[in-house]
């Protein structure tokens, strides 16, 4: 029997087309104009191999050797879900009573699936809470350096995360386009939460189109589609402040800084200015690489066409990553467009599907949150600092943070495996818990180094409700096919943990799956109507697959009031005014972070790099998004003899003898991987791209220092912190060198389950 079944994707929508049990093909979502090519791999990925069958715990830890070992070595013995949940519990309640709520860390970041109710990291987060609290993080690894600078400078976080100027506004006004690390077109693939219309091609081709000159600033030509004829600017990696203070000191020369704007909306200019005295092209050009003829050509656009300036997240997950967002907020200041219609400034046009893509202001449906007692925190990417300095402190914008002893760990819908840097420091630091506790479908690198790990369902084998508040749609997600093997939702999972301490129904609150899923979507229905616009009722939403929330009616421009009127409609910071020197940050007195837009040479870039050494960028993959779907196809045709890529300049490859499909050992002295050689010619010397998300895949599971065998650029990226004001991560200030790999190719061995043994 065929059936065919609604379902959703952070990559899209989809229908699944379902034989005898199995997904056999998922079909594209018919209102969607340019549905991903990663909806190819999603049949693979339910049934895979490296699906968890049941639940496991790791044989040392059964055996005692708990704290102080090192994980991701031994085998796994298999168990009931009685005993999986039994032992959860006892451990949960031992360490809450002998040291305390703080001790279980359930920070869980990623990006999990989908569906709003499923949302394994909420869930997650919910049971912890409503248990006694645990200590979290904060902010995203995507954006987190940006997350705590920007509140000082405008006074918000909606130039990042909000609903920023849209295409249509810059299409109708704006001539001319930065863009800091391109608009690449495989980031437009995802929208959390589901991309039910990929608006994000289809809008800049109208813009460009319609006249817009887009300028590509960014190591890799690639940065931009083709047929939207930018213009290429190839920079060094870790330059941008500099090529953007000499933009800054031309427009001075050109007599086109807007002092009245200066004046009246923004403070800190009287001290910026002088600093810019000797930001000339000449000096930039020599850190930067850009001609000073080009650098002086794109001041003299600014000055004379209206603008809209933007950077990609990637470019502030980097050494004093807060110093080129500041110093693009200046410049935008100094063209005095910030508010004028469709011009300014905002991040991430060229990051993810929505960005700048119309819908009414109206909310998303979720899972609401709940209040958590325990006041400790991290910066989300200082993980491996909280295990390896229980009782210290971290500085993080203006405070100091105290690091509690944490005990025990639970992932839920993320992979500090896939996602942290300097894997083998997070490995070292990974021994000092008692106990980690991870639920996962698959048996990512994540899973293969927990000590108690629960198998769960994928979205096809539950209900839930997939929306994003980029996207234009909410999606009906119906089960397609039972649970596979043993695997569970995480909700009825925890719920059962739940009961054995005491504290089902105020988990479930008495409501099954599906009572959960109409209850989300009538509290949502219920919000919208009261902003003015009324969704269908659950039935009919239910029966058609999707609803489809309205566009806005009119081209959305940032900051209009505030440009208008300072006074009357100041921004959230101190002064009310766009911060280009902050007394806070310069109350702080940081070493690391001076209180104005600053060029502050990178820790470890092409400028300090030796003779053979590279620059390596680790993109997001536009194979898969980050360690998910690694299993599909999709990511599996572009692999090399099954090891990532790695991209190098022709001239790179040359000086080193390589070619097409070589297989080389990239390392540094943080660690080494291998990755198959490509070939481009647009991709600046001295740089090269090597995606995230394949599985790590260490020859010696559990020794840190391993050679990752499929290719894992976080074994390479180093992690420190860009600042002791934003703690955001640095992976992008990275060097390495490379040699041909010459011996026996070790296998793959991640896509298959790890050593299991039966008691
Ligand atoms: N070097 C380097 N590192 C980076 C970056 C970089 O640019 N360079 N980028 C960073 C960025 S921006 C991000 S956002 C992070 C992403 O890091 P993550 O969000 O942690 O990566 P994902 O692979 O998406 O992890 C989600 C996990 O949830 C699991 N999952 C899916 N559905 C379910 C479910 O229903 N239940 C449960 N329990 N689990 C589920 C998936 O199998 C997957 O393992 O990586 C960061 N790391
Ligand atoms: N297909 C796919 N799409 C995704 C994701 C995915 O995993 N897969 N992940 C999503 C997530 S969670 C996020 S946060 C976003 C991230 O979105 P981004 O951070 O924008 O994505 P990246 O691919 O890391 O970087 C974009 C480009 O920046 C350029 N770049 C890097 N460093 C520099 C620099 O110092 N200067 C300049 N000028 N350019 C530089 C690189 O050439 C790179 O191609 O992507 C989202 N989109
Ligand atoms: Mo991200």
């Not at 879900?81 to 990623?110: C, M, N, P, Q, V």
């Not at 569906?115 to 394994?120: E, N, T």
């Not at 993080?137 to 940006?146: D, E, G, I, K, L």
Request: aromatic share 8%.
């Amino acid at each position: 029997m065929t059936l065919i079944k609604p379902n959703a994707a952070h990559w899209g929508f989809f229908d699944a087309v379902v034989r005898d049990g199995r997904v056999t093909e998922v079909r594209p979502f018919a209102h969607d104009p340019a549905p991903s090519a990663l909806l190819r791999s999603m049949a693979d990925a339910v049934h895979a191999p490296s699906r968890i069958d049941q639940p496991y715990v790791r044989k040392g830890w059964l055996r005692g050797q708990r704290a102080g070992t090192p994980r991701g070595g031994d085998a796994f013995i298999p168990v009931s879900w009685e005993k999986a949940t039994r032992l959860i519990a006892e451990e949960a309640a031992r360490i809450r009573a002998e040291h305390g709520d703080e001790a279980i860390f359930g920070g869980s970041y990623g990006w999990s699936s989908a569906g709003r109710f499923h949302h394994a990291k909420s869930q997650l987060q919910r049971f912890l809470a409503l248990g006694g609290g645990y200590t979290t993080s904060v902010n995203a690894y995507s954006y987190a350096t940006a997350q705590a600078l920007l509140p000082h400078v405008l006074g918000t976080n909606e130039v990042l995360l909000g609903k920023v100027t849209s295409w249509e506004a810059i299409q109708a006004h704006a001539k001319i386009m930065l863009c800091f690390g391109g608009l690449a077109a495989k980031n437009g693939l995802v929208s959390a939460g589901g991309a039910g219309a990929h608006d994000y091609i289809p809008a800049m081709r109208r813009a460009v189109a319609a006249g817009l000159r887009i300028v590509n600033i960014s190591p890799f030509r690639g940065d931009t589609e083709e047929d939207l004829g930018a213009d290429w600017v190839p920079i060094r990696p870790g330059t941008d402040t500099a090529l953007m203070m000499a933009i800054a000191h031309e427009l001075i020369a050109l007599g086109r800084a807007d002092e009245a704007f200066l004046a009246t909306h923004c403070v800190g200019w009287d001290r910026l200015k002088p600093s810019l005295a000797g930001r000339t092209p000449e000096w930039a050009s020599a850190i930067t690489g850009v001609p000073v003829a080009t650098i002086q050509a794109l001041a003299r656009d600014l000055a004379r066409l209206p603008s809209m300036l933007t950077a990609s997240w990637s470019v502030q997950r980097a050494d004093y990553g807060e110093q080129p967002y500041w110093m693009l907020v200046a410049l935008a200041a100094m063209l005095g467009s910030i508010g004028q219609p469709g011009q300014g400034v905002a991040f991430g046009y060229g990051s993810i599907n929505g960005m700048g893509t119309s819908r009414r202001d109206l909310p998303s449906p979720s899972l609401p949150a709940t209040p958590n007692k325990v006041q400790r925190f991290i910066p989300v990417a200082r993980i491996a600092d909280l295990l390896e300095n229980p009782g210290g402190t971290l500085p993080f914008n203006g405070r100091d943070l105290p690091l509690p002893d944490i005990r025990m760990v639970w992932w839920a819908g993320g992979n500090p495996f896939h996602h942290h840097q300097d894997l083998n420091r997070l490995l070292r630091a990974w021994s000092k818990p008692e106990t980690i506790v991870v639920n996962e479908p698959w048996w990512t690198s994540l899973a293969r180094h927990a000590d108690i790990v629960l198998p769960a369902t994928t979205t096809l084998e539950r209900n839930d409700l997939g929306a994003s508040g980029r996207d234009r749609f909410v999606r009906a997600m119906h089960q397609c096919v039972p649970p596979q093997g043993l695997a569970r939702n995480d909700h009825d999972a925890l719920a059962d943990v739940a009961d054995a301490l005491g504290y089902r129904e105020r988990f479930t609150e008495q409501r099954d799956e599906m009572a959960w899923v109409r209850h989300l979507y009538e509290r949502w229905r219920v919000n919208c109507t009261r902003m003015g616009w009324e969704p269908p009722d659950f039935e009919q939403f239910w029966s058609e697959g999707h609803v489809q929330v309205p566009r806005e009616d009119e081209p959305f421009t940032q900051f209009t009031d505030f440009a208008a009127d300072p006074e009357a409609h100041p921004l959230d910071t101190p002064t009310g005014k766009v911060e280009l020197w902050s007394e806070t940050i310069a109350g702080f007195a940081l070493p690391d972070c001076p209180p104005m837009p600053s060029w502050l040479p990178p820790r470890e870039s092409l400028l300090s790099a030796a003779e053979d050494e590279l620059h390596l960028l680790s993109l997001q993959p536009p194979t898969r998004l980050h360690g998910q779907m690694d299993m599909g196809r999709v990511a599996a045709e572009a692999k090399i003899q099954g090891r990532e890529p790695i991209t190098l300049s022709t001239a790179d490859a040359a000086k080193r003898g390589l070619k097409e499909g070589d297989i080389v050992r990239v390392f540094n002295a943080r660690g080494a991987c291998l990755g198959g050689v490509k070939l481009r010619d647009d991709l600046l010397e001295g740089v090269a791209l090597m995606a995230t998300g394949a599985w790590f895949d260490p020859l010696e599971p559990g020794v840190p220092g391993s050679l990752c065998v499929h290719g894992n650029p976080n074994v390479l990226a180093p992690d420190i912190a860009t600042s002791t004001l934003t703690q955001g991560l640095s992976a992008q200030s990275c060097l390495v060198r490379l040699e041909r790999w010459e011996g026996p190719l070790p296998p793959v061995k991640v896509h298959v389950p790890p050593p299991i043994e039966v008691e």
